[in-house]
């Protein structure tokens, strides 16, 4: 048996992973999906004081106050940050780290450094227009696609679910930079690669690209679950056979 910590991307909470839960559970797991503050059932806490601090001391009390050890610590997409923030407080606790269509941010850099000028102009202004200077509304599909974000797999029912339960992104999250103590350098961590084909990754990984460098060191690993960019919305038994092929 092993201990899953499972982390959403933006606009998600704990419900994103429901039909990655049960065949974790089902083959004998420890399993404990994740609400960030803000965000889900934990949206009546959003405001101008959550912040990427926030977010990671929620994954650091999910793991100490249920007194987990040997965790395989998941985040997907955005919450990137926040595992691998929380991974580096206490890295006594932390088997592996699972970047799942994720990358991990770098010491001092925040998501919007992250963006291209033209992204994070937009993402300022619809979080200026309609998210009050705090939040950042789940942008329509087709702003996702324009962003890159692949819908591969996703039909209509699963679309509507997505959006029927999204909750706007705390702004704080994506603008705090990220502060590392250097503990987690040396972690195993994998990369769970599905809306990226892993020859175009280990391509820009060679090339040293700012997002994927960090990707060749000796404790890196590669796994695909080949998809659009919300793998446990569009094949959630994949992705848990992903994460059960690391346990122990």
Not at 69 to 79: M, Y
Not at 141 to 170: H, N, V
Not at 179 to 193: F, N
Not at 197 to 212: D, K, N, R, S, Y
Request: contains cysteine; negative net charge.
């Amino acid at each position: 048996m092993s201990t899953y910590v499972l982390v959403p991307g933006f606009w998600l909470g704990a419900w994103a992973w429901e039909k990655v839960v049960p065949p974790l559970r089902e083959a004998g797991h420890d399993v404990h999906p994740v609400t960030l503050t803000g965000l889900g059932d934990r949206s009546h806490l959003a405001g101008a004081g959550v912040d990427l601090e926030t977010h990671i001391q929620d994954v650091v009390n999910a793991v100490v106050f249920a007194d987990l050890h040997d965790v395989i610590l998941v985040g997907h997409s955005g919450a990137g940050a926040a595992v691998t923030g929380a991974a580096d407080r206490i890295p006594e606790r932390v088997a592996r780290l699972v970047y799942l269509d994720a990358g991990p941010t770098a010491d001092g850099l925040t998501f919007m450094d992250l963006n291209e000028p033209d992204w994070r102009a937009f993402i300022e202004a619809r979080v200026a227009e309609q998210g009050g200077g705090t939040a950042y509304p789940l942008p329509s599909w087709q702003e996702q696609e324009q962003a890159g974000a692949s819908l591969e797999g996703l039909g209509e029912a699963e679309l509507d679910w997505f959006a029927s339960r999204a909750t706007p992104q705390p702004y704080g999250t994506m603008t705090q930079p990220l502060t590392l103590k250097g503990e987690v350098d040396k972690l195993p961590k994998t990369l769970i690669a599905c809306s990226l084909p892993m020859e175009q990754v280990q391509a820009m990984i060679t090339a040293g690209h700012p997002l994927f460098a960090a990707l060749a060191g000796p404790e890196w690993s590669f796994e695909t679950v080949p998809t659009g960019h919300w793998p446990m919305f569009s094949k959630p038994v994949e992705t848990a056979a992903a994460l059960a092929a690391l346990a122990g």
